[in-house]
């Protein structure tokens, strides 16, 4: 059973993979995605379904977060919980974000979900335990910056002209999209993090993952800071 | 599993993490998407071009100029396969006399307007159609940017020739 699991998964994988370098070599493959949002009305389920998952999939920032979410979770159950606890916390504010058209500066944003990065990291390392002597509710946590993920999101949605034909269908798929595209990729990282927990060398290279993670999200949030001040 | 690593362990990590992160953005990230550029390392491993194109392509030489009674023309080139959009600013009831044609194949095109200081993405088309010569004029109904969202659907890019007067302020490309 769990073999099979396993063999499905990775076909899945496999074949996922093969749509995203096709995908990366493309030319003006966003520049293609605006010119269809603009010139499309109505409900647009699966192009809509197939943006969400893409953005999710090529998404590093979201992918950075998850990969320290999970990185010490072993347990089938814990990652369900973990990773449901994202979902609800970025769909709520991807589908208020765009619904309640609130809006909110893409750059702050995108910066606070290098932030993320950077707090899983130390959060990894025991940094909290450490420094305050004190561990903050790490579901809690993923909940909150879930919030910020989803805002991400809907920033990445707003710059699109969204017709309000068909709006909520379109974003309901966009949402389903991006769960899907989590889904397919948070299978790629458990495998690749389980596969990898089996050797010695994953205690070993566990601080420095996790200090490389930081060091990502340091330069997300250098990056999405300094794009703020000069735009 | 998880581990709380010794306080040595954990400075050492953030203060690397914070190093490896800052040489990496002023070295290499910033010089390649912003064209920031202070140790000159960028430069030199040419990753400031790829910022420079990207601004040159924002910004032809046209931006900026103002409209007046006689026709400027302008080039547009419209990338294989892709989409480009060329506005003008225009205050409201201003007048525009344009006149346009490709090198050959015809564009997807539409004509429309962004409210100025909107932010909900609305716009009003005022032409679409596919075509690659179209002579007109139209009065802007609202105060905003103006102007062509062009749609290449062959694989050779299209150059387009935009020849127009009016009372504008060109706003060139945009991203």
Known sequence: MQNNVIKISVLFVIALLGMISIEAYAHG??????????????????????????????????????VGVIFFLYRSKDVLLYVTMFTIGHSTTLLLGVLGDIQVNAYLIDAIIGFSVIYKGFDNLGGFKRCFNWQPNTKVAVLIFGLFHGFGLATKLQEFHLPEDGLIT?????NIGVELGQFAALIFILIAINAWRHFPSFQRFSTLTNTALMSTGVMLVGLQLTGYFIN | MQHTVSSKTLVKASVSATIVAAIALV?????AE???????????LGLTEIALASETEAQPTAAGQKGTAEYQT??????????????????QYA?????????????????????????TGYFESYTIATNNE???????????????????????PIAVQL?????????????
Do not use: C
């Open chain 1, 29 to 66: 493959v966003d520049d293609n995605t605006r010119a269809f949002l603009e010139q499309n009305q109505g409900v647009q389920f699966i192009p809509f379904l197939y943006i969400g998952a893409k953005h999710m999939i090529t998404g590093y920032d979201h992918l950075l977060f998850l």
């Open chain 2, 95 to 119: 007048k525009m006399t344009y006149e346009w044609i490709t090198d050959g194949e015809p564009l997807y095109f539409d004509l429309h307007g962004e409210p100025e200081g909107d932010t």
């Open chain 2, 74 to 91: 302008i080039e547009v080139i419209v990338p294989a396969g892709r989409g480009v959009e060329y506005k003008f600013a225009m205050p």
């Open chain 2, 27 to 31: 070295t290499l990230i910033l010089p």
């Open chain 2, 163 to 175: 020849i127009v007067k009016g009372e504008y302020d060109v706003i060139g490309l945009k991203k």
């Open chain 2, 134 to 156: 179209v002579k007109g004029s139209f009065t802007a109904p609202f105060a905003g940017s103006h102007g062509w969202y062009w749609k290449n659907k062959t694989d050779k």
């Open chain 2, 34 to 44: 912003y064209n920031i550029d202070p140790t000159g390392v960028g430069q030199k």
């Open chain 1, 170 to 174: 379109n974003l309901i798929a966009f």
